[in-house]
């Protein structure tokens, strides 16, 4: 796996900054100041481990960026911003972003999240093993994939450690903030909200394979249930 992080950020010295403590753990780094060249980048070059991706960015912003990548690649993308409110940051995680740091941040917090970023997408390479779970789908736990009627569902790590949640005990009722402790245990401090926009992703993209297919439900004042088909 390539241990090639990209770093798109317009502040020279707060990108050298990451870059030190990038290689100081042992990775390279590539260093983009412009969203647009960003996004260029990634559709045509060899894609990175993962994406350091500022939001307030020239040519385009970085909630754009991510929500075209998202479209060709799932590959991590970690967004830090000076936006700090809960709903910015909500919304970078519903457009697909694996994490999100808010400006001013530890270097070694940020490294420590991409590491933890990269151990959950190392299985990707493994040998794919295919475990039924009910209802056409199957858990690929290496590879971090969760199959649905032989479609692979393009989730990110965080939809699929709570999709797999989910499938693994059907029919019960999980608390949004059960479901939190489950998919943010790195450094956290966000609502159970972020919750929602999780399972709004996964709604989309089980939609995109079966428009008839809703088998999340959610229960009013509490969360959410997985109904087998």
Not at 30 to 59: H, I, Y
Not at 86 to 100: K, M, N, Q, T, V
Not at 117 to 138: K, Y
Request: hydrophobic share 45%.
């Amino acid at each position: 796996m390539s241990d090639l992080i990209l770093i798109v950020e317009d502040e020279p010295k707060l990108a050298a900054l990451v870059r030190d403590y990038l290689q100081a753990a042992g990775y390279r780094s590539e260093w983009l100041a412009d969203g647009r060249l960003a996004l260029e980048r990634l559709r045509t070059g060899p894609m990175p481990a993962a994406v350091l991706l500022d939001v307030m960015l020239p040519g385009l912003d970085g909630l754009e960026v991510c929500r075209a990548v998202r479209a060709f690649s799932d590959v991590p993308i970690l967004i830090n911003s000076a936006r700090v409110e809960e709903l910015d940051r909500l919304l970078g995680l519903e457009l697909g972003a694996d994490d999100y740091v808010c400006k001013p941040f530890s270097p070694r917090e940020l490294v420590a999240r991409v590491k933890a970023l990269l151990r959950r997408a190392q299985g990707r390479l493994a040998p794919v093993t295919l475990v039924p779970a009910g209802g056409g789908f199957s858990v690929d736990e290496a590879g971090q994939r969760i199959v649905w009627q032989e479609q692979a569902l393009a989730l990110t790590p965080v939809e699929f450690r709570l999709l797999r949640q989910l499938l693994q005990h059907p029919g019960r009722v999980f608390e949004r903030a059960q479901l939190l402790d489950l998919i943010h245990e790195d450094f956290r401090d966000v609502s159970d909200r972020v919750v929602d926009s999780h399972i709004k992703n996964i709604r989309r993209k089980l939609a995109a394979l079966e428009p008839a297919q809703e088998c999340i439900a959610s229960v009013y004042g509490v969360g959410y249930r997985l109904d087998l088909p």
